[in-house]
């Protein structure tokens, strides 16, 4: 019993070699007669007595179903899958081939087997169509003279076209597809046959095909694949790549990469291939006129079909699209008609299609011409005699240009009256006759394409022109210049010639200019004038012009005025006038100019546009300090300038400045003068004057600056500020500072007040007494704060336990009735050096001692220095000095200086020797040793006399307290 076999038993071998072969299991049942069984996987020949064998083959899965049938009824090559039960019947069994016998000696049937064909194939059992197969059928046998039969499958191989058999050999020249299948072969002999060779299946394929991705054909910078791909079911493929010659075989490296099937060039170099550059092609031409119809062609030579293409104008990033003008067609850009507008550079690039390779064509120059344009020498207006020559201009840089001339209907030919010469018709002598129209043709050697030029009418006049000289001024002043214009029609061409004096005297030639310019240096520079044309050559003249006469004046001058003064403040209103001196009843208008270097651009701008006699700036700032220059015109003709006048701004606002002379302390009678001025400014003022902040009804007296008392009377004692203004818009300074005038009787004062310790200078925290000498009177002061009576009052008598620098200030003794007693200074200082001097006037003739004294008394001073108005006048090592009999010249600031500091200044006043002292000078002390009393004791007076005034006055008059 033989088990079912299955196609799975066919199995691949692969081997080590680059296309793997396949060899084939042939599966065969052998039986005999005497066997029950057959056997799988071998041959076995099963003979007979009468030498008749059957060989049973399992190839297949067509089974037998009838177990019992005999198989001698089936041909040898009897194809089954099922199981076999072998039974031999005499006389019903088919011949099929008599197979050698084998015999002993004896001639006795050994019962051995036929020798076996074996089928070989060369190259391999798998092949390529194509290629060369050769199939070999060997037997192993002593015998000789062998005849060999070739089976297909079932057919008979005969030699033809497509199979040559030699003998032991089967030769297929080139395979094809069609020559794939199962071969055998056996052999035959006078002596019998041979067993058949096992089928060898030839399996035949079609070559391996190499693809490329994305083309056969990259460009620099592409990555590229390239596949080789072979229809097979096999497994095992071994592959190897070449590059150039087979012999060049590639390995993995940083440009290659090398995978089974695969080899990748992930950048393409440029050694491999760059992209092709596109030629642009014009067609007819790169020059061609308005309204012809332009093609240019993107061409490139490349066997791929992908590409597309973009058309670009004037740079390369100007794309053009299909438009009115343009039609795009893949690698055609057509003009329909062309204009002048059209002429431009033109290029194209090329792209393909889902890859960024690109390339750029070279550029191209179109250049479309507008029809030829006639021009005409000297003018299209000529007199008789003249030369005209008629030009056909045509903008290109194309040679072989043809040129037709016609005048009215008839092309002209070369004369006597008319030259022609290709593009230029001469008229040597013109006549009235010649006036006509004119126009020229031009033609492109090689094409039939024209264009006509402009018609040009000439028309020839047969009188000579005059010319018409006139000037650019009725009046010529020194240091201008003056334009005579000679007019001509036409006045095309024309070369002009200047006369003066007489029309033989020729001062001037200008070439194609009609008018003549000169300087005006002086009054001899006038005098007469003609003028006359000339063109061409020989020169044609005009007749002469009529007489022009000149007449020069003295050019006049220019003067600026500012209003209110040459420097003024930021705020005020200026005015800048500018005259004309000695101008006549001339008609003049004005230029004004500025030079500074804080002006802005648009002030200067303002200024240089500014026509009017006056230029006025509203509201000063610094930015309109500067140099201001005028000047004068009339017609085209303009004054001398101005002298620069200098426009200075001072930063800030006004203030006035109050002096009161001879001094502020004055006795019934005196005269005293107050003054007012303003710092930086002194032109143009108006002053006002004001006494305890009221307008003195009488202020108009002193508003040229001067306010004088004269005799001062009592009622004159007060504070006065003076303010000042000026302008159309008035303009106000701040007011000036507080200035006291202090009036006294004549009569001594009297009450005197003592103080103790008698000194001027005193330290912070000792005690100081103060008493007035008779009763009825109280001490009273004036510090930094209000007029104020003397703290810690008892009667006449006033003691400061612990002194501090705030009780510095003026002391005196006024009674019940108001009536005050001359004055003492008291400075308290934080300092540790105080020089000790007289609190009150020292007598005319007297001893004055002057002692530096320190704050500590056990500290003695061994030396010190004394000084006299900030002058040093001893050095004394005791630390005092003296005066033996002081005098009026002995009056002034007196300080010390030690090792341990520096005193105050104090005020040493030197009385007459007839007793009576000067307040003056006493209160100059105080003012001067504690400069803040002034302002302070001034309000004792300005209280007092404000309570008079109303509290709108007080508010209009307010005065600024320092």
């Not at 609190?839 to 500590?856: K, N």
Request: charged letters at 20%; hydrophobic letters at 30%.
């Amino acid at each position: 019993m033989v088990s079912l076999v299955h196609s799975g038993d066919t199995q691949g071998i692969s081997c080590s070699t680059f296309i793997a072969s396949i060899g084939f299991v042939l599966v065969r049942l052998v039986g005999s007669a005497g066997d029950s069984r057959l056997s799988l996987g071998e041959r076995q020949y099963v003979t007979r007595s009468d030498l008749w064998g059957f060989l049973w083959e399992l190839h297949s899965e067509r089974p037998l179903l009838d177990s019992k049938q005999d198989p001698c009824r089936t041909t040898p090559e009897q194809i089954c899958s099922s199981s076999i039960t072998w039974r031999g019947k005499r006389g019903r069994r088919v011949r099929k081939r008599r197979l050698m016998e084998s015999r002993n000696s004896k001639g006795e049937d050994t019962g051995s087997a036929p020798p076996t064909a074996e089928l070989k194939v060369t190259p391999d059992r798998v092949v390529f169509t194509g290629e060369r197969v050769e199939l070999k059928c060997e037997i192993q046998s002593d015998l000789s003279g062998w005849r060999y039969e070739w089976r297909r499958g079932n057919g008979v191989i005969q030699s033809s076209v497509q199979f040559s058999v030699n003998g032991d050999t089967l030769t297929i020249e080139r395979v094809a597809e069609s020559d794939q299948g199962k071969y055998r072969c056996w052999g035959t002999t006078t002596e019998g046959a041979s067993l058949p060779s096992s089928s060898v299946f030839l399996s035949v394929k079609a070559p391996p095909e190499l693809k490329v991705t994305p083309d056969r054909v990259v460009f620099t910078g592409e990555r590229v694949k390239l596949k080789c791909e072979i229809q097979s079911d096999l497994s095992g493929w071994g592959y190897e790549w070449s590059r150039g010659n087979i012999y060049s075989v590639i390995q993995s490296s940083h440009r290659f990469s090398v995978n089974g099937d695969t080899l990748t060039i992930a950048k393409v170099a440029g050694s491999d291939e760059a992209p092709p550059s596109p030629e642009l092609k014009v067609t007819p031409d790169r020059v061609v006129f308005t309204g012809e119809r332009v093609e240019l062609k993107c061409e490139i030579q490349s066997d791929l079909e992908s590409w597309r293409y973009e058309w670009s104008r004037g740079n390369i990033y100007s794309v053009i699209r299909s438009s009115g003008g343009f039609s795009v067609d893949g690698n055609t850009l057509t003009i329909a008609a062309a204009d002048v507008t059209d002429g431009d550079q033109y290029w194209c690039s090329v792209f393909i299609a889902g890859r960024s390779v690109s390339s750029l064509s070279n550029s191209v120059s179109l250049s479309v011409h507008a029809p030829p344009e006639l021009k005409v020498t000297p003018d299209r207006v000529v007199f008789t005699g003249e030369r005209v020559e008629l030009k056909c201009e045509i903008q290109s840089y194309l040679s072989g240009w043809r040129y037709e001339w016609s005048r009215g209907n008839s092309v002209i030919q070369s004369s006597v009256r008319f030259s022609v010469n290709g593009n230029t018709l001469t008229i040597a002598a013109a006549d009235v006759t010649d006036g006509d129209q004119y126009w020229c043709r031009v033609f492109i050697t090689g094409r039939s394409v024209s264009s006509r030029s402009n018609s040009v009418s000439l028309s020839v006049h047969g009188l000579k022109p005059k010319p018409d000289l006139r000037s650019d001024s009725s009046t010529s002043l020194t240091g201008n210049t003056v334009t005579l214009t000679c007019s001509m029609a036409p006045i095309t061409g024309w070369d002009f010639y200047w006369y003066k004096t007489s029309q033989s005297s020729e001062i001037k030639k200008i070439e194609k200019k009609n008018s003549y310019r000169f300087e005006i240096d002086s009054e001899s520079t006038g005098g007469q004038f003609w003028c006359r044309a000339g063109r061409g050559k020989p020169v044609f003249y005009s007749e002469f012009s009529n007489l022009l006469q000149i007449n020069v004046s003295v050019s006049p001058k220019t003067v600026v005025t500012v209003r209110p003064a040459e420097r003024v403040f930021g705020g005020e209103e200026v005015s800048l006038r500018c005259d004309v001196k000695w101008g006549g009843d001339t008609e003049w208008t004005y230029s004004w100019r500025t030079e500074g270097t804080n002006q802005n651009k648009q002030f200067k701008t303002t200024v240089n546009k500014t026509s009017n006699q006056e230029l006025n700036i509203s509201r000063v700032d610094q930015s309109h300090s500067g140099k201001y220059f005028c000047t004068g015109h009339t017609g085209s003709q303009r004054s001398q300038s101005s002298e620069a006048v200098p426009l200075t701004v001072i930063p800030g606002e006004a203030r006035a400045a109050l002096r009161v002379s001879p001094g502020p302390w004055l006795t019934e009678g005196d005269s005293v003068t107050l003054k007012c001025e303003v710092p930086d400014s002194s032109t143009g003022w108006r002053f006002s004057w004001f006494r305890d902040a009221d307008l003195l009804s009488d202020s108009s007296r002193g508003a040229g600056g001067s306010y004088k008392l004269s005799p001062a009377s009592l009622q004159h004692t007060g504070v006065y500020i003076c303010r000042a203004q000026r302008g159309g818009a008035a303009y106000y300074t701040q007011n000036s500072s507080m200035d006291l005038v202090w009036v006294s009787d004549a009569a001594s004062s009297p009450v005197s007040l003592v103080v103790s310790p008698s000194r001027g200078q005193h330290f912070s925290f000792d005690s100081l007494s103060l008493s007035c000498d008779s009763s009825g009177w109280t001490v009273r002061r004036y510090t930094s704060s209000n007029p104020e009576d003397c703290p810690s009052q008892s009667g006449s008598s006033c003691v400061i336990s612990s002194l501090q620098e705030s009780d510095s200030g003026v002391y005196w003794c006024q009674s019940d009735s108001g009536e005050k007693g001359s004055p003492l200074n008291i400075t308290v200082t934080q300092e540790d050096v105080i020089l000790e001097s007289p609190a009150g006037p020292v007598t005319e003739g007297e001893t004055l001692t002057l002692l530096c004294s320190h704050r500590s008394r056990s500290s003695s001073i061994l030396s010190a220095a004394f000084y006299k108005d900030g002058s040093l006048i001893q050095n004394q090592t005791t630390g005092e000095m003296s005066i033996a009999a002081v005098s009026e010249s002995d009056e002034g600031f007196y300080s010390c200086r030690t090792e341990g500091g520096a005193s105050p200044r104090s005020w040493i006043s030197v009385r007459g020797a007839e007793g009576h002292f000067s307040l003056l000078k006493i209160i100059t002390s105080l003012t001067t040793s504690s400069p803040f009393l002034l302002s302070t004791f001034v309000l004792l007076y300005k209280c007092h006399r404000a309570r008079v005034a109303s509290a709108a006055e007080q508010r209009q008059f307010a005065v600024e307290e320092e």
